[in-house]
């Protein structure tokens, strides 16, 4: 991780540091500076915050054309980090690394480790874990659209690092522009590749993903294109061959409301032990937007189950193994 760690990192206006007293809530703001490139970030500390007891981090890529500010309004990430305890960091695109401020996910040179926007966004998450006790056990990444594509390539070139991530109306590793899904990609090649990018760190990788059955812009294929891209990672990556240890098809499926007005057909796929692996969620009547977000925001869907809440579950479910 030579790439993230040996860097200079550069801190901005944080307000609450390792010293600080418990019981205050506080957002901070810091930029990662390193060969790779730079990218500034926002985050938030709940007021139970104590450094004599680690908390899980969680860390949240925006989409194309939106901000870390308003990706944080979008999912109530701050508003559940407050009631479940836990930190979270909203890394920010440059609008000279992508004109509409996407994360550049399927450039070859973002695909591998310690390079490229992998490496800024792996530092900083080291950054946050510089300045907050975390539960190295408990760290993962999820986003909406680019950022869940860009989620998917954390997962694969970092998988020492991200316990778990959630990709919500994104596609799958290696995916092209605007997304697999529209090109007839082939799954069984992209996971294999995510194995390969996870090296020495190869290892099953939990995935929750959110889709919208009306979604235009990412398509619904991509779902399941990422379920079975994840699935054929974990079986080269369970044994280190493609021998179906996975077994490829749901071992339950519901149906979840929870808040909202919209149901969500809710499957469960298991690795080869019948432990839980994948999560798919797709929120029935929705369009490209994150489910149940703030209407106060672009690209939300308040009538759909809470996304954030139903990652941050299957999140706390799925520490980093052996450790």
Known sequence: MRGCFATALIALGVLMGPGSAAGEAATFAGRQSEAAGARSFLGYVPPAYNRATPLPLVVALHGCTQTAAQFRKLTGFDKLAKAKRFVVVYPQQSKKANFFGCWNWFLDSNMRRSAGEPSIIAGITAWVRRHYAIDPRRIYVTGFSAGGAMASVM?????????????????????????????????????????????????????????GDRDTT?????????????????????????????PRVPRKTSFDRRSG???????????????????????RGMGHAW?????????????????????????????????
């Not at 596609?171 to 899904?181: H, N, Q, R, S």
């Not at 994840?230 to 990556?237: E, F, H, K």
């Not at 925001?297 to 193994?321: E, K, L, S, T, V």
């Open 155 to 211: 997962g694969a070139t970092y998988p020492d690092l991200y316990a778990a991530i959630g990709v919500a109306s994104g596609c799958e590793y290696a995916a092209g522009v605007p997304c697999a899904g529209y090109r007839g990609a082939d799954p069984e090649q992209a996971g294999l590749l995510a194995q390969r990018a996870m090296g020495p760190f190869a290892r099953p990788l939990p995935v929750v993903v959110f889709q």
């Open 218 to 246: 990412v398509p619904p294929v991509n779902a399941e294109q990422l379920v079975r891209q994840w699935q054929v990672t974990a079986d080269w990556a369970d044994d280190g061959a493609a021998n179906r240890s996975i």
């Open 261 to 283: 007005r919209q149901t969500a057909s809710v499957a469960g796929y298991t690795d080869r032990r019948g432990q839980e692996l994948v999560q798919r969620w797709l929120v």
């Open 291 to 323: 489910s149940g977000g703030c209407s106060c925001a672009a690209y939300a869907d308040p009538g759909g189950p809470g996304a954030a809440g139903a990652m941050y579950g299957f999140f706390m479910r799925h520490p980093m193994p052996g450790r």
